[in-house]
């Protein structure tokens, strides 16, 4: 429970790192964490992949979570206009 | 002395037949969702026409800069970041010298550019007709940068122009949408208004530093299509990648 409420503010602090207006769904499904590697991906409007990173390096979910999240950023600050 | 020869006659006949003789607006609904994608575009759209110009818009909030939305894929579970532009799209079409300019996109790039209206081969179904918000509707088919769509226009509505960028078709275009499985895009018009009054249509694009052509386009597409795709060979479990195409497809197999 505490793993998933951490994961929940982390995902609220990233998001906020690249967002002039941040709308936040749902925090983490269950499902989402049955395996430690952790995929995060960023679409256009359309639907459209803009970026997928899967980080698998820690043996922690949790902390590959944070690297792809961390990674995601990177990548959309590099592409916005 | 004749008063008008064939040739005259048959000069007007054919420009004229490009001109809508009243100004109208139409509201559609555009839809777009990729099939292997949880996000949707779906808006409200209204084309205006007048007898020089038209302009298709999609409206959206036009907040400065971009947004983010995040939602769980409910097939993978797995967390999607959606950044969202805000802006509304407009397709303007010069009807007089047969063009139109729209914002195309390289990720979340934006490139306003010039193309044809030429461009649309239709094939009329004249047997095959419907019924849209009260009008007779014949159904024709079109194979059009690298998509199959099959489309209901009106020639009770004797303009050849129609939502998005489709074109060329003798009566208004009610209802278009493409038969491709990867692709969920349809657009349909929900009200029709005839306007007896001026209906004044401003090009948006008029402030634009640069306008493309689409020849222009498609080669910096094709170029970022494979500069980013190079980026997905690593081992490194990063990928940046382009779709093939939106709704035109620009990398043929």
Same mark, same amino acid.
């Given at each position: 429970m505490?793993?998933l409420?951490?994961m929940?503010?982390?995902s609220?602090?990233?998001?906020?790192?690249?967002a002039?207006?941040i709308i936040?769904s749902?925090?983490?499904?269950e499902a989402?964490?049955?395996?430690?590697?952790?995929r995060?991906t960023a679409?256009d409007?359309?639907?459209?992949?803009?970026v997928s990173?899967t980080?698998?390096?820690?043996?922690n979910?949790?902390a590959?979570c944070?690297?792809?999240?961390?990674?995601l950023?990177r990548w959309?600050?590099?592409?916005?206009p | 002395?004749?008063?008008c020869?064939?040739f005259?006659?048959?000069? &007007?006949l054919?420009?004229s037949?490009?001109?809508c003789? !009243?100004?109208?607006?139409?509201?559609y609904?555009?839809?777009? !969702?990729?099939?292997?994608?949880?996000v949707?575009f779906?808006?409200?759209?209204?084309?205006s026409?007048?007898? !020089?110009?038209?302009?298709?818009?999609?409206?959206?909030d036009d907040?400065k800069?971009?947004?983010?939305?995040k939602l769980?894929?409910?097939?993978?579970g797995?967390?999607?970041?959606?950044?969202?532009s805000n802006?509304?799209r407009f397709v303007?079409?010069?009807?007089?010298?047969k063009?139109l =300019?729209n914002?195309?996109?390289?990720?979340l790039?934006? &490139?306003?550019?010039?193309?044809?209206l030429?461009i649309?081969?239709w094939e009329?179904?004249?047997d095959?007709?419907s019924?849209i918000?009260?009008?007779?509707?014949?159904k024709?088919k079109?194979?059009?940068?690298?998509?199959n769509?099959i489309?209901y226009?009106?020639?009770?509505?004797?303009?050849?122009?129609g939502? &998005?960028?489709?074109?060329?078709?003798?009566?208004?275009?009610?209802?278009i949408?493409?038969?491709d499985?990867d692709?969920n895009?349809?657009?349909?018009i929900?009200r029709f208004d005839i306007?007896t009054?001026?209906l004044?249509i401003?090009?948006p694009?008029?402030?634009e530093?640069?306008?493309?052509?689409?020849d222009?386009?498609?080669?910096m597409y094709?170029m970022k299509?494979?500069?980013y795709n190079?980026y997905?060979?690593?081992n490194?479990?990063?990928? =940046?990648?382009?779709?093939?195409?939106? =709704?035109e =497809?620009i990398i043929?197999d």
């Open positions: 505490k793993k409420f951490l929940f503010v982390m609220l602090m990233t998001a906020g790192a690249f002039n207006e936040v749902e925090p983490v499904l989402d964490i049955a395996s430690n590697c952790c995060r679409r409007e359309d639907g459209d992949v803009l990173v980080v698998c390096t820690e043996d979910r949790l590959n944070m690297k792809a999240e961390e990674e950023d959309l600050r590099l592409l916005a | 002395m004749k008063l020869s064939p005259i006659f048959l000069t &007007f054919f420009f037949l490009d001109l003789s !009243q100004n109208f607006i139409a509201e609904h555009y839809h777009y !969702q990729k099939n292997n994608s949880p949707a779906s808006k409200n759209a209204f084309l026409v007048n007898s !020089q110009y038209s302009l298709f818009e999609i409206k959206n907040y800069g971009y947004t983010t939305e769980i894929d409910p097939k993978s797995e967390e999607v970041v959606v950044f969202k802006k509304s303007y079409k010069d009807l007089r010298s063009t =300019i914002k195309e996109k390289i990720l790039d934006e &490139f306003a550019t010039l193309d044809s030429n649309f081969k009329l179904l004249a095959e007709q019924t918000l009260g009008f007779i509707c014949k024709a079109l194979r059009y940068r690298g998509r769509y489309a226009y009106c020639p009770d509505i004797p303009c050849q122009n939502p &998005f960028k489709f074109h060329g078709l003798p009566g208004l275009i009610m209802e949408q493409t038969t499985e692709l895009f349809f657009i349909r929900k306007s009054k001026n004044t401003e090009n694009y008029v402030n530093k640069k306008i493309y052509t689409w222009e386009y498609t080669d094709r299509y494979n500069e190079s997905s060979n690593g490194d479990n990063k990928s =940046i990648g382009l779709p093939k195409g939106k =709704i =497809i043929n």
